[in-house]
């Protein structure tokens, strides 16, 4: 019930500029178990950080992602992720590149956020939905090394079918490396971009793990916008 509150009002936060927050009423037990979720260390390594820190404690086998039509386990998504990766690489991107992510949310956005990560790269979501002088500002604004067309990942992975993996590791982010970008609209009506760093990122991970008891598989039903917090947090979680 708590949990549900807080997301709702994290998810509205741009809606309600103003939006206060007080009086939330507590049960014994809810109050209890926050105090110990509160009170209790979490022990993050932003050094360890990286795409095969969070994808490598489940079954090659187990779902990963679906959208209702396709069905992807883990084995897919890292095969897919190291195509993606291959094909970044070969455009020139390098660890401390950006690469814009061009479309609309879908099973590919994981694949793409996951195939920057693979080789140290941030990336930052373009909705193709938002207005074209708005997109326009943006990548002015970020200067990205590649845009990464999501409808194009599933032509990139045919593509590259008989090709050899060439990506042993996956790269290590430190905690000052940029993880991602988020454009947020600015009251001015002006585009800014907010970076996000990778220890920070590390942290909330381990916090999210600890919280919810994700050492089992689970199920997260993802319903928000692509751009936002929100998406990330789900699909990590």
């Known amino acids: 019930r708590l949990l549900d509150s807080l997301e709702y009002i994290f998810e509205n936060i741009d809606n309600y500029n103003n939006m206060l927050v007080k009086n939330i009423n507590l049960t014994q037990i809810e109050e209890l178990y926050l105090k110990n979720v509160l009170t209790t260390d979490v022990s993050a390594t932003s050094e360890n950080f990286s795409i095969q820190s969070i994808l490598g404690d489940y079954r090659e086998d187990s779902l990963a992602i679906s959208d209702g039509q396709r069905n992807l386990s883990y084995q897919d998504v890292k095969r897919y992720i190291n195509i993606v990766a291959n094909e970044l690489l070969k455009e020139g991107v390098q660890s401390g590149d950006t690469v814009a992510l061009v479309g609309k949310k879908c099973i590919e956005t994981a694949i ?9 790269a941030a990336w930052c979501a373009i909705d193709t939905s938002i207005p074209e002088a708005r997109t326009k500002r943006i990548l002015e604004i970020l200067q990205p090394k590649t845009l990464l067309f999501l409808d194009n990942i599933p032509t990139i992975i045919e593509r590259s079918k008989d090709e050899k993996e060439i990506i042993s590791e996956a790269y290590k982010f430190n905690s000052g490396d940029v993880a991602y970008y988020i454009s947020t609209s600015g009251s001015t009506g002006e585009p800014k971009i907010v970076s996000l ?16 008891h994700l050492d089992s598989e689970q199920y997260v039903l993802q319903l928000g916008s692509w751009t936002s917090d929100v998406f990330l947090g789900d699909l990590l979680k």
């Open 197 to 212: 760093k990778a220890e920070g990122l590390s942290q909330i991970i381990q916090s999210w793990k600890q919280f919810y």
């Open 112 to 120: 793409g956020i996951f195939a920057a990560w693979t080789i140290g």
